[in-house]
């Protein structure tokens, strides 16, 4: 399984980024994936989740309304385009493809998102 973040950098307070995750070694399309971000000094948390069709979402609220998961099944990828960044969004974000039937979850090594001016 490799999971594999690109898309992160530094951005300024309002401005946007688009993550991808390209994910390869497994069934991509049977698989729930999600975006998950940390903070330093703070616990892992998720932002996003999109189920296997990609026909449902789930947002954290601090995200809500601004953030997007999209994925491209034939594609193997799994995007997170973020609007209207706020400084408190700086954090490591990992790709992560959900457990199902006593296999996994893995995980991506992580892109850094900073915003700041």
């Known amino acids: 399984v490799q999971l594999v973040e690109s898309g992160g950098g530094l951005v300024q307070p309002g401005g946007s980024l688009r993550l991808s995750c390209a994910a390869s070694?497994?069934?991509?399309?049977?698989?729930?994936m999600s975006w998950y971000r940390q903070a330093p000094g703070q616990e892992r948390e998720l932002v996003a989740l999109?189920?296997?069709?990609?026909?449902?979402?789930l947002y954290a609220e601090s995200v809500k309304g601004r953030f997007t998961i999209s994925r491209d099944n034939a594609k193997n990828t799994v995007s997170l385009q973020m609007n209207s960044l706020k400084p408190e969004a700086t954090a490591v974000y990992y790709c992560?493809?959900?457990?199902?039937?006593?296999?996994?979850?893995?995980w991506g090594q992580g892109t850094q998102v900073t915003v700041s001016s």
């Open positions: 992560k493809v959900e457990k199902r039937n006593n296999w996994g979850p893995y």
């Open positions: 070694g497994f069934a991509f399309s049977s698989y729930g």
């Open positions: 999109i189920v296997s069709t990609g026909g449902g979402t």
